[in-house]
């Protein structure tokens, strides 16, 4: 392995790690957002002792996300100063503007929220959890802004060596960025929803506070549906934009060889990338990539022979992740929508299996957001930035194998201690349930009302 | 031209409002197991910084998204050449944050007591390395053409050490003085105490520092040429000062404003005497990095000028909100009543 390589490496897991965070940090913060403004217009008490309990859980998970944030911004001049210095200038602005518009917000009032309990009226609480969640979605659209720019470059010229910034608009309003935002916040909402569908299964199968788990479960599993299907109908409109802009990551998502016009899909398939062919493609459905893709029955897909052979994303990862992604996606959209049935007519204790089946899925969503960044991010290879400059040309020159050696087990040591650590507490604090005493704090919060 | 001084100007306030920020909780995380004994004082004591730590480190993730943006050459060059010290730091940093938020999470004795030496470690190393990093800023790396000849040895040389001594001891005083603000009773007495203790040190590192900047750096060439900006180390001597007069007279805010006005003058007397290099060079003044050759276009940081210009004064309008909803010193009886507190 050589520096470039193992920068490469050190990149993916560390931010795969940082990513096991934020979704369910986006998802969980308007999730509790929601529940402390119910109880706020209601007054029900079962809406505090909610926003108590997943609000918990959603702050031991938010300050690993906080902490392995910093490892992102440090790393790209750490590992990647050619980049950092060719790009800078049109990639280090949604960066700094993603810290003073909404980290700032985000990092105050998740200290607002977590000791202002007595000090702030019941009005201006809620607020500080709506303002979260906001700064944090906020937060999310600036930093795919930026990974758009890497995905499909726009608003710039190059000139005096590096890529230089013209059109500040063309960068705020790059398509890619947004129809990544748009997918990304809808599939982190889901793996927020199934993680509270999960944690109230495993209650309810115990029953354990039935009336709090049950309100918890109908939230959920609503939030789950709607995020669920934005998440199939942006996924599509991304991959639509995507066969536009990155039509070898297309290829290579499809395993698709031969440039074809009417483009069928094959339910199975495993692509042989050697040989430029498939092992086997079964189950074909005439035309419906070219359907999915262009919207259009006879539209033309470019294969990846029309692509030289060092212009080609590695197929096999980017293939089986895509899959994999849209599989789990489809199991998500049965499980939520039977989970809005089953609880609308409250018959989720007649089906214990399925509650079962639902604690197993809390990983799944998790897992389908990493494939996701899979396709994104090995599809975009080999470039870093698509098209403009390759992964190899981006390292830093002046970092030595040791160094990056050192940092790389350093990073799996520390990552596996907090991980380890994180799932720990969220495994302790999701099993101890609610707290039942909550009138201390009702009493001081009244006084200040 | 202008914006490029504009951002060099910003990028110094960042920095400087950065360490005051986060100096008091460096330095209260360096205190915490000598001011608080009992397991309650202690939780008292990060409970003091619960609500504001977060927020006072995104002003570093600013200042380097800051770097990146306006001046992404010095970005680049600084964070691959710095590469092992920055690592310490990136993990002390992340080792900090978990520790405020796990530390409560179990109720052994033997866990808090993990986390409390993981928080004296994670708050020093930090302050040590950032005095480090800016003393062999101050000094130039030995960069030339062919890039960086340093290492981290190198980086550790009595300067770069001398720097880093002063960074840490500032920040005691500073945190031992925000704990004395904002505590009652047995913890607040020691914290006084540590406050004092360590403003002698701090003084004579601090004469140290400022007498060996002359023969290890450049720095004092701008305050030559223009005798007038002596001011600003003049007045960090002054505030320096100031502290200890305030707390012989018990007056524990005035001299918390003055170790923040120390810290502010501190990182202004540096960045004063860079200009207009952000990062000189040691071989080759040739190969500076300054404002104006490693900065973004006129374009960029015209785009930034308009985005800081719009949404500082915001940020600093509800800092100062939180600030004042927080600003009662922390009860053993608040961190009971809480049950979300640390």
């Known amino acids: 392995m050589d520096v470039v390589s193992l920068s490469r490496l050190q990149f993916a897991l560390t931010c795969a790690f940082h990513f096991i965070f934020v979704p369910l940090t986006l998802g969980l913060s308007v999730l509790v957002a929601t529940m402390e403004v119910k109880y706020g ?76 309990w007595n000090k702030i009226s019941r009005k201006a609480h809620a607020v500080s959890i709506c303002l979260v969640a906001f700064a944090t979605n906020l937060s999310g659209l600036w930093i795919l802004l930026a990974n758009g720019w890497m995905q499909h470059p726009v608003g710039y010229v190059l000139r005096n060596g590096r890529a230089e910034m013209v059109d500040f608009l063309a960068v705020t309003f790059n398509p890619n960025g947004w129809l990544k935002f748009a997918h990304q916040i809808s599939s982190a909402y889901v793996v927020a929803a199934f993680f509270v569908l999960g944690i109230s299964a495993w209650h309810l199968l115990r029953k354990n506070e039935t009336t709090f788990f049950k309100t918890s479960f109908k939230m959920a599993a609503l939030f789950g549906l709607v995020s669920v299907v934005l998440s199939g109908l942006t996924g599509d409109i991304h991959a639509v934009e995507v066969g536009k802009t990155q039509p070898a990551k297309l290829a290579a998502m499809e395993a698709l060889w031969d440039t074809q016009n009417t483009v069928w899909i094959s339910l199975l398939q495993l692509p042989d ?61 049965l499980l939520a929508f039977l989970a ?47 098209g403009i400059m390759k992964t190899s040309d981006g390292i830093s020159k002046s970092i030595t194998l040791g160094q990056v050696v050192g940092s790389l087990i350093g990073f799996v040591l520390l990552y596996g201690l907090l991980g380890a650590i994180d799932i720990y507490l969220l495994m302790k604090f999701a099993r101890k349930g609610p707290d039942s005493d909550v009138s201390s704090l009702i009493n001081t919060a009244k006084r200040k009302v | 031209m202008e914006f490029q001084v504009i ?49 006072n480190e995104v002003w570093l993730i600013t200042a380097g998204g800051v770097t990146f943006a306006a001046f992404p050459t010095t970005y680049a060059l600084m964070f691959s050449y710095l590469y092992t010290p920055l690592l310490l730091l990136l993990f002390s940093l992340i080792v900090r944050g978990v520790a405020f938020e796990f530390r409560g999470k179990v109720d052994d004795p033997r866990w808090k007591n993990i ?12 302050a040590l390395l950032f005095g480090v990093t800016f003393g062999n800023i101050f000094k130039g790396l030995p960069m030339d053409a062919a890039g960086y000849h340093g290492s981290l040895v190198s980086v550790l040389n009595p300067y770069g050490l001398v720097t880093g001594l002063l960074f840490v001891l500032l920040f005691v005083v500073h945190g031992g003085l925000y704990l004395s603000v904002k505590t009652t009773g047995a913890v607040k007495t020691r914290s006084v105490s540590a406050a004092s203790a360590a403003w ?31 001011a600003v180390p003049l ?34 007397t540096g960045v004063v005497g860079l200009f207009p290099n952000l990062i000189p060079s040691s071989l080759d003044p040739l190969y500076s990095l300054t404002a104006f050759n490693s900065s973004s276009s006129p374009y960029t940081l015209k785009v930034m000028t308009g985005v800081a210009v719009i949404f500082l004064p915001i940020i600093i309008a509800y800092k100062i909100w939180v600030y004042r909803v927080f600003r009662a010193p922390v009860t053993n009886q608040d961190v009971l009543d809480n049950k979300q507190a640390y």
């Open chain 1, 273 to 333: 990338t050697d040989n430029e062919r498939n092992y086997f493609e079964y189950i074909k459905v005439p035309g419906l990539l070219s359907i999915l893709a262009t919207h259009s029955l006879n539209g033309e897909i470019k294969g990846l022979k029309d692509f030289p052979k060092d212009e080609r994303p590695p197929v096999m990862p980017v293939f089986l992740s895509f899959r994999l992604m849209i599989g789990l996606g489809m199991l998500f959209s």
């Open chain 2, 200 to 230: 002698i040190p701090l003084l004579i590192v601090a004469v140290v520092f400022l007498a060996y900047t002359y023969p290890a750096t450049h720095l004092y060439d701008n305050f030559l040429a223009h005798p007038g900006l002596l």
């Open chain 1, 340 to 386: 809005v049935v089953l609880s609308r007519y409250d018959l989720l204790e007649r089906y214990p299996l399925f509650l079962k089946l639902l604690v197993f899925t809390i990983p799944l969503p998790y897992l389908a957001n990493q494939f996701g960044w899979i396709v994104a991010e090995m599809g975009r290879q080999p470039w870093i930035v698509y």
């Open chain 2, 115 to 126: 986390w409390d030496r993981a928080l004296l470690v994670s708050s020093f190393l930090p």
């Open chain 1, 41 to 116: 217009r209601t007054g029900n008490e079962l809406y505090l002792r909610m926003t108590k309990f997943w609000g918990k859980l959603f702050l031991i998970n938010f300050a690993l996300g906080v902490v392995t944030g910093i490892t992102m911004e440090f790393q790209f001049g750490m590992n990647w100063a050619e980049y950092s210095r060719y790009v800078g200038d049109i990639f280090g602005a949604p960066l700094a503007i993603e810290a003073t518009t909404s980290f700032f917000l985000e990092s105050v009032f998740i200290g607002v929220w977590v000791f202002g």
């Open chain 2, 235 to 268: 007045l960090a001597v002054l505030s320096l000062l100031g502290i200890k007069v305030f707390l012989v007279k018990g007056k524990l805010l005035p001299a918390f404003t003055a170790s923040s006005l120390t810290i502010l003058l501190v990182v202004a």
């Open chain 2, 7 to 55: 951002w060099f100007v910003l990028w110094s306030v960042l920095w400087a409002v950065y360490f005051a920020l986060d100096g008091f909780v460096l330095g209260s995380g360096m205190l915490q197991n000598f001011v608080a004994r009992s397991d309650i004082e202690r939780r008292v004591v990060i409970n003091t910084l619960g609500p504001v730590w977060d927020g």
